[in-house]
């Protein structure tokens, strides 16, 4: 009985040093290509290396963080024909998984996502707008009956994280507009449960970012330290 509660304990902790070091990489706290020392993070966490390296190895398996042998973890650091790929990897499987999910998704579901788009045009912060707009894309694939092509599909979305954030301060809330009037547009197909228009606004919208940050390469240069 013994063991198996500190297997709980191990994993409990796992659970909670995992959620702390991801909204740390999707913030930007932790910046691409910054290495994450165990003793460090079980020591601000108050917690043993042991549940630190699980918790590594969950963020690993959702494309947050890499190993490499002798080194350590860290947060993958992408180049930008690295990223151009997952961009045309997105605009090839969510416009599946979407297709996919539409026959499922609720009203209910579809009705948050007219919540979230609503907050997205009403606030113009960024770190908001990245948590939303996150929100509002995942949303509409909960209906798909592949996990393993959802799951993909978010390691790629946590994989360009970074980018995201340095290519949306770039455009600025005066580029905000697009973003929404495609949102809008996906909502519509959406709403219809129409898979013909939704993959099309849906492959666009990704298109134009991935062709857009392709004129930044500013966005790919490594941070400092």
């Given at each position: 009985?013994?063991?198996?509660?500190?297997?709980?304990?191990?994993?409990?902790?796992?659970?909670?040093?995992?959620?702390?070091?991801?909204?740390?990489?999707?913030?930007?706290?932790?910046?691409?290509?910054?290495?994450?020392?165990?003793?460090?993070v079980?020591a601000?966490?108050?917690?043993?290396?042991?549940?630190?390296?699980?918790?590594?190895?969950?963020?690993?398996?959702?494309?947050?963080?890499?190993?490499?042998?002798n080194?350590?973890?860290?947060?993958?650091?992408?180049?930008?024909?690295?990223?151009?790929?997952?961009?045309?990897?997105?605009?090839?499987?969510?416009?599946?998984?979407?297709?996919?999910?539409?026959?499922?998704?609720?009203?209910?579901?579809?009705?948050?996502?007219?919540?979230?788009q609503?907050?997205?045009?009403?606030?113009?912060?960024l770190?908001?707008?990245l948590?939303?707009?996150?929100?509002?894309?995942?949303?509409?694939?909960?209906?798909?009956?592949?996990?393993?092509?959802?799951?993909?599909?978010?390691?790629?979305?946590?994989?360009?994280?970074?980018?995201?954030?340095?290519?949306m301060?770039?455009?600025?809330?005066?580029?905000?507009?697009?973003?929404?009037?495609?949102?809008?547009?996906?909502?519509?197909?959406?709403?219809?449960?129409?898979?013909?228009?939704?993959?099309?606004?849906?492959?666009g919208?990704?298109?134009?970012t991935?062709?857009?940050?392709?004129?930044?390469?500013?966005v790919f240069?490594?941070?400092?330290?």
């Amino acid at each position: 009985m013994t063991d198996i509660q500190d297997s709980a304990g191990v994993g409990a902790a796992s659970e909670r040093i995992a959620a702390s070091l991801r909204e740390a990489i999707l913030s930007g706290e932790i910046a691409p290509g910054q290495w994450i020392r165990q003793e460090e993070v079980a020591a601000r966490l108050g917690a043993s290396r042991l549940p630190v390296r699980e918790a590594l190895r969950m963020l690993e398996a959702e494309g947050l963080t890499e190993h490499e042998a002798n080194k350590g973890s860290r947060v993958p650091l992408l180049d930008q024909h690295e990223v151009d790929v997952v961009y045309q990897m997105r605009e090839r499987l969510e416009p599946l998984a979407l297709t996919e999910s539409l026959p499922h998704l609720t009203a209910g579901q579809i009705e948050h996502m007219e919540h979230v788009q609503a907050r997205i045009e009403s606030d113009d912060g960024l770190p908001e707008f990245l948590l939303l707009d996150r929100e509002f894309h995942l949303t509409s694939y909960t209906g798909c009956p592949s996990e393993h092509l959802v799951s993909t599909i978010s390691r790629l979305w946590n994989s360009t994280q970074h980018h995201r954030r340095a290519f949306m301060l770039l455009s600025g809330p005066d580029r905000r507009w697009v973003v929404n009037s495609e949102h809008r547009l996906l909502l519509d197909a959406i709403r219809r449960k129409d898979p013909v228009d939704g993959e099309r606004y849906l492959s666009g919208h990704i298109r134009r970012t991935r062709i857009e940050l392709a004129q930044h390469p500013e966005v790919f240069t490594a941070p400092p330290g």
